[in-house]
C-alpha cells in the first residue's frame, strides 16, 4: 500500500503504526453555516480510505473533529441574537444529516472542541514550560515560531524565513508579537464572548490547538494518518505539527490532503458567487451521483464540477443499476467473486487511493455483466454481480434496493414489449408505449446494454 505523503512530498509505503490497526484524524468543519461541497470531497476521501483499510481487515479508528467555537461561530451568534452554542448545533446536525445523505459514515469519534478545552490547556503549559510559547498580557498566549524555526514550514516546502515574508500581507499583525508568524493558543476574553478560565487568565482556544489536544488524547502520539483539504496545510495543519512536536509529542506519521474543487472552472467560494451548498446538489441530483462523480477524480486532483460531471455520472449510475435490476429477478447460482478483478480494484487502490481506476474496474465488470445477461450465461452474471457487490461496498456505491413498486413487473413487461416492437421495426408501436411509459413518469435509455428504466 502506497500513498502520497505531503510532508515528505513523495509516495511512501503505509506501515502503520501498530500492525493491523490504523489510526486517521481527518479535520471536520467549522460549525457556523451549512456545509459545502469542498466539505463534502474531503469527508468522502476519508470516508473511502477508512472502508478500503476495513475490507483489507484492518481495525480502523477515524476521528473527525467539529469546532464549536471560533470567531466565525461567535460573529453569526451576535448577527441572529442567538448562542454559540444554538448556532453550534444548528450546523452540526445539518452536517451530519447531510453527510449521512451522501453515504459518508460516521467517524468512530467526532469530537467538539469545547470538550476538550482541559486537554488544549495541558498543550499550552507544556509549550509555555519549553519555551515554545509565551503570554501577552490582556491579548492571550502565542506559539513562538522562531523556537522551532529549523522545521516550520516542512509540511508546505517552504522556510520559516519565506512564509514570515507574506505574513504581513495576510493578517494585520500585533505590533507586540515576537515574530509576525506566531500564531494564537489562547486567546483572552473580550466582552460578550464565551469564555473558559485558564492559568494566564479568562478567555477561549485558538484554532490549532484544538486538533492537537483531541487527536493526541483520542489516538496518542505518532498516529498513522491526518489531513483534510489542501486548504488547510498552511497555516491550519503546519501549525498543528509545530505545536505538538514542539512539546515532545510526535504527530501524525502520515499526512494526505485532498484537492480544492472548482465550479465552472474558478475555485469554489463566496467571493466569486459559486459557492454551492451540498443541500443544493443533493436535492437537485442523486447523491450516488454526486458521490461517483468525485470519485472519478483523484483526490489529490482538482475537480472541475458542474452539470455535465454530473449527467454523465447518472448516465453512468443507470447503466450500473440497470444490471442490479436485471439481476435481481432473476434466480442466479451461488458463486464466488472473480479474483482477476478484485486484484485489479486492489492494486487501483493500494497506488495511493486511485479511485478511479478502482471505479473503472467496477463499470467494466457491470458491461461484462450485462453482456452475460444477454447471452444467457448465468454463472459468470452471478460471478461478476458477487464481485460488483462487494467492490462497491468499498467505494460506498451499493445500488439501491431493486424497484419493487406493485407496478415494476408491469413496467418490465411494458419494456420488454416496446423492445421488442424495436427489434421487428414497428416503431409506430415502440413510440406508443414509450409515451405511455412517460406518462407514468418512466424515463427510458436505449443503451448498448439495453433499455435502462427508472422513475422520474
Not at 483572552?188 to 464572548?193: D, I, R, S
Not at 482556544?205 to 489542501?230: K, N, Q
Not at 512539546?247 to 490532503?257: K, M, T
Not at 414497428?426 to 411509459?437: C, G, N, T
Request: charged share 25%; hydrophobic share 40%.
Amino acid at each position: 500500500m502506497q500513498y502520497f505523503d505531503t510532508l515528505s512530498n513523495q509516495i511512501v509505503e503505509f506501515v502503520p503504526r501498530e500492525p493491523g490497526k490504523v489510526s486517521i484524524y481527518a479535520c471536520g468543519p467549522t460549525v457556523y453555516d451549512v456545509p459545502h461541497l469542498g466539505h463534502a470531497r474531503t469527508q468522502l476521501t476519508y470516508d473511502v480510505i477508512a472502508r478500503f483499510f476495513r475490507w483489507q481487515g484492518l481495525e480502523v479508528t477515524l476521528v473527525s473533529n467539529i469546532t464549536d467555537i471560533d470567531d466565525k461561530i461567535i460573529a453569526r451568534a451576535a448577527a441572529e441574537n442567538t448562542t454559540e452554542e444554538a448556532i453550534a448545533t444548528t450546523y452540526t446536525e445539518a452536517y451530519i444529516e447531510q453527510m449521512h445523505r451522501l453515504g459518508i459514515a460516521d467517524p468512530d469519534h467526532r469530537p467538539r472542541a469545547t470538550e476538550y478545552v482541559d486537554q488544549m490547556l495541558d498543550v499550552i503549559t507544556q509549550l509555555i514550560d519549553t519555551d515554545h510559547a509565551y503570554v501577552i498580557d490582556g491579548s492571550g498566549v502565542y506559539f513562538d515560531v522562531a523556537s522551532f524555526e529549523d522545521d516550520y514550514g516542512a509540511l508546505v516546502h517552504r522556510s520559516a524565513e519565506d512564509l514570515r515574508e507574506g505574513a504581513g500581507q495576510r493578517v494585520e499583525v500585533d505590533e507586540r508579537k515576537r515574530d509576525p508568524l506566531d500564531f494564537a493558543l489562547w486567546k483572552a476574553a473580550k466582552p460578550g464572548e464565551p469564555t473558559w478560565e485558564s492559568p494566564w487568565g479568562p478567555g477561549r482556544p485558538g484554532w490549532h490547538i484544538e486538533c492537537v489536544a483531541m487527536a493526541l488524547d483520542i489516538l496518542g502520539d505518532g498516529f498513522d494518518l491526518h489531513g483534510g483539504g489542501t486548504d488547510l496545510m498552511f497555516p491550519h495543519h503546519e501549525n498543528e505539527r509545530a505545536e505538538s512536536e514542539a512539546c515532545g509529542h510526535r504527530f501524525a506519521r502520515g499526512w494526505i490532503h485532498s484537492a480544492m474543487l472548482n465550479i465552472g472552472g474558478e475555485k469554489m467560494s463566496k467571493s466569486l458567487n459559486n459557492f454551492r451548498t451540498l443541500g443544493d446538489v443533493l436535492d437537485t441530483w442523486d447523491p450516488r451521483a454526486l458521490r461517483l462523480a468525485m470519485l472519478q477524480t483523484h483526490y489529490r486532483r482538482v475537480m472541475e464540477l458542474g452539470d455535465e460531471a454530473m449527467q454523465g455520472a447518472t448516465a453512468a449510475l443507470d447503466r450500473f443499476d440497470a444490471f442490479a435490476r436485471r439481476v435481481s429477478v432473476i434466480d442466479l447460482p451461488e458463486a464466488t467473486t472473480l479474483p482477476d478483478e478484485i486484484a485489479a480494484f486492489t492494486a487501483a487502490m493500494e497506488n495511493d487511493f486511485g479511485t478511479p481506476a478502482a471505479v473503472a474496474t467496477i463499470f467494466e465488470l457491470v458491461r461484462a455483466g450485462h453482456t452475460a445477461l444477454d447471452a444467457d450465461d448465468l454463472a459468470s452474471a452471478a460471478a461478476i454481480g458477487a464481485t460488483i457487490d462487494e467492490l462497491t461496498a468499498v467505494l460506498g456505491l451499493v445500488p439501491p434496493a431493486a424497484d419493487t413498486g406493485d407496478d415494476a413487473a408491469e413496467i418490465d413487461d411494458l419494456v420488454a414489449q416496446r423492445q421488442a416492437a424495436r427489434d421487428s421495426k414497428d416503431f409506430a408501436e415502440s413510440d406508443r408505449i414509450r409515451d405511455l411509459l412517460s406518462e407514468r413518469g418512466i424515463e427510458i435509455e436505449d443503451s448498448a446494454a439495453g433499455p435502462i428504466w427508472r422513475r422520474v
